[in-house]
């Protein structure tokens, strides 16, 4: 899909933007469409942008397309809209859709794409897009945003909602539930972990687990319990790491698929911290002002981190760290990067203002 996009797409884009008529915002849509493909954290950092469309057209009807595994988070955004599930992984059906909801203004916000910035283009007579430099999508939007590598995501975010009137620093604007589990969980000690990304750079974003048995063999000594977040399936990566902590096992707890990502954000704020590699709990808890500490390899914190007052990220020193910016790249060192973030980094930082470092704790028996 990749390929073509950048091959058979791009030429497309060039023959429809012959025709391409370039207008201005519309003073009073009533239908708005906004291009949510996929990836909940995606998702969930551009909900400012949402709110900004929403405030900017109060009478309109809002309508997000977005995929089956984003569903929880779109669900999450505090402004007034429905949501369309639509199947993008078949074009012909996702455009389908698209025009059967008589849109006057499409905005597309992912970065890259071309297959969604033609599906903007024949789906509304306005269209409002990002174009990173080099790109040919912008040729396909009325009103272009520069979506630029050298910012942080949040920042890309921001101008495009600035198209729609928003003044001041951007946030993302998510509804938040408080969380049933939490009052049986020892949230003064809890350190919240979160082994495991999503996407195609999944493996490359993940910290060994050596590096996490041995951080959290440290957190157990003085006093704290790390506990697990994740969906079901991210239990089998929480057994591997049973394994390699033997006796301290019984000191962790998994929350995997216990916490609905409505409530996970209660939790995260909650918690003593949250310490994370780069994926959507990541941006989950700097929404919700957690005490939060990224892990960060193949991302540069700068470009993806977590913007909470009380957070702190760690960026592997690594070479070649930071290799990418939008996620489809890669790099034959891919593997080595995380590990070079090590756990005597991440634990004086995580752990300097406690107390509980004066003396240790026996694990708990097998």
Known sequence: ???????????????????????????????????????????????????????????????????????????????????????????????????????????????????????????????????????????????????????????????????????????????????????ELPLDRLVVCQLSAGGTRAAEKAWPLDCWATLCRELIDLGYTPAFTGVAADQNVVDELSVQLGPYAASTISLCGKVPLSELGDLLHRAYAVLSVDTSVLHLAGAVDARVFGLHGPTRSWRWGARSARGRSFDSPHPDAGYVVYGTETHPNAMEVMRALTPDLVLPVLCENTERRAGRVEPASA
């Not at 109060?58 to 089956?68: C, K």
């Open 1 to 183: 899909m990749r390929w073509l996009d950048r091959s058979v797409l791009a030429a497309a884009v060039r023959v429809l933007a012959v025709a391409n008529r370039r207008h201005s915002l519309p003073i009073a849509p009533q239908r708005i469409g906004i291009i949510q493909p996929t990836a909940i954290g995606d998702t969930l950092i551009a909900s400012g942008v949402v709110a900004a469309i929403s405030d900017r057209y109060p009478e309109a009807d809002l309508f997000v397309f977005h995929g089956a595994n984003n569903a929880p988070a779109v669900e999450m955004i505090d402004a007034p809209l429905t949501a369309v599930r639509c199947d993008f992984s078949r074009p012909d059906r996702a455009l389908r859709t698209l025009r059967a909801a008589r849109l006057d203004l499409v905005i597309d916000q992912t970065p890259w794409p071309n297959l969604t910035a033609i599906f903007a283009r024949l789906s509304a007579a306005c269209t409002v897009g990002f174009a990173p430099e080099g790109s040919v999508r912008g040729k396909l939007f009325d009103v272009v945003v520069p979506h630029r590598g050298d910012r942080h995501e949040l920042e890309n975010l921001a101008a495009m909602a600035r198209v729609f009137g928003a003044t001041g620093k951007y946030h993302m604007q998510l509804r938040r539930k408080e969380c049933a589990l939490a009052r």
